[in-house]
Structures are given as C-alpha cells and as structure tokens.
C-alpha cells in the first residue's frame, strides 16, 4: 500500500467507511440483483423490485462476467487512494483474487449513479423512510 492522504470524504464515502460489514453485503447483495437479475437472491419481493427497476435504467447486465465478483464495481467507483483503505474491509483472499484482474473499464457517470442510489435507498431504509413503494412493473 502506497502511503498517501486521503481525499475530502463525501457523505457516500463516509457511510461506506462507517457502515458495519453487514450493511457492506447488504449493498453488494442489492448491486449484484441489479446487474444480474436471474440469480438467485436473498433479497425481498419489494427490494428485488426496486432492483429490478434500476436495472432497467442502468442496464448494467453485461458489466460482469459470470464469474466476477460484484465487489469489483465498488473498486472501479473509488479512487485507488480509497480503495486501499475500503479493501481492508473485505477477506484478504478474497481481495487477493480481485487485484488479480485488471480494474473494469466501465462508465464513470453509471458507476456513480448506481453506488449512489443503492446507498441513498439503503439510507432510508435503515432510517424507516415512507417513502412510496409501488407494485406496478
């Protein structure tokens, strides 16, 4: 790890500095149902709704491979000097394999939108939020 400063954190960095590892797996659960709607999943009929429906704008299908680990979108998203502090988080074998593949090449305004409304819509969730839940496709 190169020693550097860290940026300015914005409020999605910090909530994802701050968020227990079970919140970590609940957002990577959620983003890996939006980029791959035919797997099975954990998540509820109104979370895999809204899953689906953001899916649907992003079209994030073929961001993946088969065998990629969702991880790696959070990795494209960060700058490398928050990277090297968020991997810390994860199973080092774990991340071990993931820096074994070259970094996605992917959108950084669709990369952007996605991080930021899964961890906007998990906030208000946690915070009870009655916001409008709809059951129409």
């Given amino acids: 790890m190169t020693p550097c400063l860290p940026c300015p ?5 910090r909530q994802l500095a701050l968020a227990p590892l079970a919140q970590h ?14 797997r099975p999943t954990a998540l509820d009929a109104t ?11 992003l079209r994030p299908q073929g961001w993946l491979e088969p065998g990629d680990d969702v991880l ?5 998203w960060v700058e490398p000097a928050v990277w090297q502090r968020l991997r810390l988080r ?34 208000l969730a946690v915070e009870g ?9």
């Fill in 25 to 38: 797996d609940a957002w990577l659960q959620r983003i890996g149902h939006i980029c791959r709607p035919a």
């Fill in 9 to 13: 954190p914005a409020a999605s960095l």
């Fill in 47 to 57: 979370e895999r709704l809204w899953c689906q429906r953001l899916g649907k704008a």
């Fill in 90 to 123: 994860f199973a080092p074998a774990r991340i071990q394999t993931l820096e074994q593949k070259p970094l996605l090449a992917l959108s950084a305004a669709k990369l952007q939108t996605l991080w930021q409304t899964v961890l906007w819509h998990t906030r």
């Fill in 72 to 76: 790696q979108l959070l990795r494209a």
């Fill in 129 to 137: 939020s009655n916001h409008a839940v709809t059951s129409h496709p």
